[in-house]
């Protein structure tokens, strides 16, 4: 099982630029994430989706917008990009939104901003 | 949610059990703790969780105390792939806060 699938894996984008984090998950999970970690931090929530069909802010969603295509699909988008969205982006994904155990996590996304 | 807290760093040598503590003096008795690992440059890897008694499962043993203020994850032999960085979350399962929130946590270097 592929588990959380992100791509790219690496981008790096001019600023003013736009572009999509794509995530998918083959586990049949209703809940997915995207989290940024900066270095030497935690990870913050951008946004999150609870179930098909909904998605809410997380901690810092300024400067990002989702979209929940279907039950496997959850992306991630920056429409004008900044240096401070320099960061590694990852996805994750739950069987139900309320409870904390059982996130797997994708492998990450590394975004450079210049 | 209850904040955490965890020293930055521990060493433990390889074979040796790693104890690894967290303080939540501030959890709220509808709050399980869990714990997650980071290793280097991959996503976050569930560890177990509990809510006041003991647990263990096939990666760590979870020590609550009685009181709920602190808890000590426990890796039975540590090897040199237990490296990476551990959190310790405090969250409340059927909450409105939905968010899973870490930490620095502690990187365990685990030795030769």
């Known amino acids: 099982n592929a588990g959380v699938t992100q791509t790219p894996k690496f981008q790096v984008l001019k600023t003013g630029q736009s572009m999509t984090l794509q995530c998918a998950q083959d586990?049949?999970?209703?809940?997915m994430y995207w989290y940024r970690q900066d270095p030497g931090m935690g990870l913050r929530l951008i946004y999150y989706?609870?179930?098909?069909?909904?998605?809410d802010k997380g901690e810092v969603p300024n400067g990002y917008n989702v979209s929940r295509l279907n039950k496997r699909e959850f992306s991630l988008r920056l429409e004008s990009a900044a240096p401070s969205q320099t960061s590694v982006y990852f996805c994750?994904?739950?069987?139900?939104?309320?409870?904390?155990?059982?996130?797997?996590f994708g492998s990450g996304t590394r975004l450079t901003v210049v | 949610d209850a904040k955490t807290t965890q020293p930055p760093s521990m060493d433990c040598a390889e074979g040796r059990a790693a104890n690894l503590p967290c303080n939540h003096s501030?959890?709220?008795?509808?709050?399980?703790v869990y714990w997650y690992r980071q290793i280097h440059s991959q996503g976050p890897q569930y560890i177990i969780h509990?809510?006041?008694n003991n647990e263990t499962n096939e990666m760590a043993s979870l020590i609550i105390t009685e009181d709920r203020k602190s808890s000590t994850l426990i890796l039975p032999h540590a090897t040199l792939r237990d490296t990476a960085v551990y959190y310790c979350?405090?969250?409340?399962?059927?909450?409105?806060?939905?968010?899973?929130?870490f930490g620095k946590g502690t990187l365990l270097t685990v030795n030769p």
């Open positions: 994750a994904s739950s069987d139900t939104f309320d409870r904390g155990y059982g996130y797997t």
């Open positions: 586990m049949n999970h209703n809940s």
């Open positions: 989706s609870a179930s098909e069909g909904t998605t």
């Open positions: 501030t959890i709220s008795g509808n709050e399980y």
């Open positions: 509990g809510l006041k």
């Open positions: 979350i405090a969250f409340a399962s059927g909450g409105s806060n939905y968010k899973l929130t």
